[in-house]
């Protein structure tokens, strides 16, 4: 009886278990739906952003539902500079999150991807002066990022759109830039997502600046 007891204890908690699984695959896919377009207006990467931050604090030993919390106010930011608004309390809330991430899985490439991303915002507001503690940080941490996956294409896309910005005589322009993003080129064709929940952004991006190169060195 005592056996059958603990039999049917251990049954009930990988049925709830299983169930908890599905409930925040679906949730964060919601979430991941809610940001497949990346040209949208403040106020919806806001709703997204509110959306992971929930599920974030409710999966808190969970690094993916900080990591997207973090990209939607990335992406603020960037609407925001585009738009000459605010942008730097956007940049500050994606590092919170990141840093809390970290926390959680240290050695995951895509958080030190995204805080390349960061440092490089880091740079708008004054590039003349950011450019030259910011940009090294960005290539450093994009550095890492490929180190604990070659494979990731996103972090080859940063460094070349960073380099592509960067003044030809501080080692940037086009033809310095062209090298990695050719290799985030290869990378999105052969790319493999760990799970469905891992970030799909950047090719559109890789392929808008590999075009400007392109014809900038014709």
């Known amino acids: 009886m005592k056996q059958f007891t603990i039999f049917t204890i251990a049954i009930l908690i990988s049925v709830f278990s299983f169930a908890q699984n599905d409930k925040y695959f679906s949730a964060m896919e919601r979430g991941i739906n809610m940001i497949a377009n990346d040209r949208q207006p403040v106020e ?12 974030a604090n409710a999966e ?63 740079i708008w507001s004054n590039p003349m002066v950011n450019g030259a503690t910011y940009s090294p940080k960005s290539h450093e941490a994009c550095d890492k990022a490929i180190e604990l996956n070659p494979n990731n294409p996103r972090p080859y896309y940063l ?21 990695f993003l050719q290799k985030a080129d290869e990378k999105f064709a052969s790319y493999k997502l760990p799970s469905p929940l891992h970030p799909i952004w950047g090719k559109g991006s890789n392929d808008y600046f590999l075009d400007m190169a392109k014809k900038d060195l014709n």
């Open 159 to 179: 460094k070349g759109s960073n380099t592509y910005f960067t003044p030809a005589f501080f080692g940037g322009g086009a033809e310095n830039a062209m090298p």
């Open 44 to 55: 919806q990467w806001q709703a997204a952003s509110n959306y992971f931050e929930r599920i």
């Open 60 to 122: 808190s030993d969970k690094w993916l539902p900080k990591y997207y919390h973090a990209y939607c106010n990335m992406m603020m930011a960037l609407t925001a500079y585009q738009n000459k608004m605010e942008f730097e309390p956007y940049l500050d809330k994606a590092q919170e999150s990141i840093d809390a991430a970290m926390k959680i899985s240290p050695n995951e490439s895509e958080l030190y991807t995204l805080q390349g991303y960061i440092y490089q915002g880091r």
